[in-house]
């Protein structure tokens, strides 16, 4: 089944990244109504940081049931959690140690090792978490993901043959900026997740934003998130929105092969 892609511009970067922050208090609300706990998957990278650095502040702090939560990553860098390339390290920084997260309910990708057994006690505590959640597939309730100039998302590089797992849940990648040994997620639970927000944000991003949301094959990384039960929404400020004829028009062109 094919999910349709909802495509949000903002007036603002801050107006996106106070959207983001929404999605975040819309979805624990909900899964909190469940009377469940709350799965998320976060990136890194600098996009992200604003809508971090809000949810410390009100209503995020006070409104969002943190007690409930179990953050996990989309991708690590594998550097010490206090080098400054550390996903983790700056969401501590952004948020976590501003926040009553519960110690069990912070799921860092460890670091330090072999980034292939690293990747595998990744997979494994992503495991034992949803099967502590009763589900056998890695059902998140929220994936918040960026994306590269390349269109990467995670650590999904281009060309990278962590592009063609679809058993294992995590990868040990090497590349990127910085380019440096990496855990990513894959398709296997990014497509598994019940809502992803791709953020986009800034001039930058305006090039792939318009080649992910028209370009035809989707042989983009990033173009390959496609949830089959989950929805997908691309939050956007005007910059990055800047090269898309219309929304609405790439939205269509992103469901069938240009006529
Ligand atoms: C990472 C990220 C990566 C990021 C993009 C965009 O750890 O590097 O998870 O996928 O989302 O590279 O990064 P910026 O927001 O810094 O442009």
């Keep these: 089944m094919n999910t349709g892609i909802d495509i949000r511009v903002e007036r603002s970067t801050e107006a996106a990244l106070k959207t983001a922050a929404d999605v975040l208090l819309e979805t624990a609300r909900s899964a909190a109504a469940g009377g469940g706990c709350i799965s998320i998957a976060i990136s890194g990278g600098s996009t992200p940081r604003g809508m971090h650095r809000l949810w410390a502040r009100s209503p995020y702090a006070s409104a969002i049931a943190w007690d409930r939560m179990h953050l996990f990553w989309a991708d690590e860098r594998l550097v010490p959690y206090a080098h400054p ?12 140690d501003k926040l009553a997260m519960r110690p069990t309910g912070v799921h860092p990708v460890p670091v330090a090792g072999d980034p292939e057994s690293l990747a595998q006690r990744y997979e ?3 495991r034992a978490h949803f099967r502590m959640r009763g589900l056998a597939e890695p059902v998140f309730d929220l994936i918040i ?3 590269g100039a390349d269109g990467h998302t995670a ?14 849940w995590t990868a040990a990648v090497k590349g990127g900026q910085p380019e440096v040994w990496r855990v990513t997620l894959t398709y296997a639970v990014l497509n598994r997740a019940r809502r992803v927000v791709f953020l986009a944000c800034g001039a930058s991003k305006a090039a792939v934003v ?14 390959r998130v496609r949830p089959q039960d989950g929805r997908v929404m691309w939050l956007l400020d005007p910059a990055a929105a800047a ?3 219309s929304p609405v028009g790439a939205a269509a062109a992103n469901e069938k092969p240009p006529s």
């Excluded at 390339?85 to 976590?96: K, Q």
């Excluded at 060309?159 to 058993?167: I, K, M, N």
């Excluded at 318009?210 to 173009?223: E, F, G, K, S």
């Design 85 to 96: 390339d550390s996903n983790f390290g700056e969401a501590c920084t952004d948020f976590i």
């Design 124 to 126: 494994e505590e992503l």
């Design 145 to 147: 993901l960026g994306v």
């Design 155 to 168: 650590s999904l590089f281009p060309g990278s043959p962590a592009l063609e797992e679809c058993r294992r």
């Design 210 to 223: 318009r080649r992910v949301l028209t370009a035809w094959p989707p042989d983009l990384p990033a173009q």
């Design 243 to 245: 090269l898309l004829e």
